[in-house]
């Protein structure tokens, strides 16, 4: 035999040599110990990219939802949009004849995401809180927060349960809700 064919003929039981040995039949293969973050979980500021961003809140005018972009200095959490939306308009946008139906109507406590569902907690309204718009209070909230990437649906829970709100076409919904529940009261771009 030539040197170069016994070279290769070594190489070759080398190498068969060096596998994983097959199985007779297939085996369970334990998984790695966890836990593994979720996407809800890895979703936060400090995920978020650093820098200015324009963040939307869903306001009122004339009885309609308009969705008014703002620039902050970061994307903001979750938690820190629905802060800015029951904030209210700023005084350059009440002059433009911006207002907002929340206060008075709904009393958001928190928010959380659960994969693309935000759950907005919310109190019982007051005694004197007055207000018959609540359909614009729940479109507010349900646009501004449908307006992130991550949420294509809101929930509303008091007491953990889940909350029956008004959608714009006057019914009642415990379901998820998104944009297209408050498209009539959207007013046009």
């Known amino acids: 035999m030539s040197r170069r064919r016994l070279l290769g003929l070594g190489l070759v039981v080398l190498l068969a040599g060096c596998g994983i ?21 890895t979703a936060s500021a400090d995920t978020a990219p650093a820098g200015p961003a324009t963040e939307t809140l869903c306001l009122v005018r004339d009885n ?30 009440r002059d433009t004849d911006l207002t907002s139906a929340l206060p008075g109507a709904v009393n958001a406590v928190g928010v ?31 646009c501004t927060l449908t307006s992130r990437h991550e949420v294509s649906t809101v929930t509303f829970l008091r007491d953990e349960r889940p909350l029956g709100v008004p959608r714009a076409d006057g019914l009642l919904s415990a379901q998820p809700l998104s944009r297209v529940d408050y498209a009539p009261l959207i007013a046009p771009q």
């Open 64 to 93: 309609r939802i308009v969705p008014v972009p703002r620039s902050v200095d970061r994307p903001p959490t979750i938690e820190e949009h629905l802060r800015h939306l029951f904030a209210g308009p700023t005084t350059a946008e």
């Open 21 to 41: 040995p097959a199985d007779d039949a297939p085996r369970p293969v334990p998984p790695p110990r966890g836990p593994f973050p979720t996407t809800a979980d």
């Open 112 to 142: 959380t995401l659960s994969a693309s569902q935000a759950r907005v907690t919310v109190d019982e309204p007051g005694d004197d809180a007055g207000r018959s718009d609540e359909v614009l209070a729940f479109g507010q909230i349900v």
